[in-house]
Nanobody, 124 residues
């Protein structure tokens, strides 16, 4: 099994910054990708940013956060970060990290694990 622990959410004013972290632990053989989604009340979970783990880096951002958010990773620590700059009230949401991994088991099964979610609230 794999456990994800998120941290870094909170309440900030518009224009300020936050940094989210998500650390994975457990029987990880390899990581295909990792990243962040968010879900506002009454809405579906939506992509924020993703990053691949192995080989050449591939990064994908939602249009709404391009130029403001930066996703990064620490492969050795199995950790993904989301630097959130120039925050806007519409960024208010619960942010979930995910890890797409292959487990250290026979046949290397592939699973996607989610963090518990961290609340980000941006006041105007």
């Amino acid at each position: 099994q794999v456990q994800l622990v998120e941290s870094g959410g909170g309440l900030v004013q518009a224009g300020e910054s936050l940094r989210l972290s998500c650390a994975a632990s457990g029987s990880i053989f390899s990581i295909n990708s990792m990243g962040w989604y968010h879900q506002a009340p009454g809405k579906q979970r939506e992509l924020v940013a993703t990053i691949t783990s192995e080989g050449s880096v591939s990064i994908n951002y939602a249009d709404s956060v391009k130029g403001r958010f930066i996703i990064s990773r620490d492969n050795a620590k199995h950790t993904v970060y989301l630097q959130m700059n120039s925050l806007k009230p519409e960024d208010t949401s619960v942010y979930y990290c995910y890890f797409d991994v292959r487990l250290n088991r026979p046949l290397r099964p592939r699973y996607v694990y989610w963090g518990q979610g961290t609340q980000v609230t941006v006041s105007s």
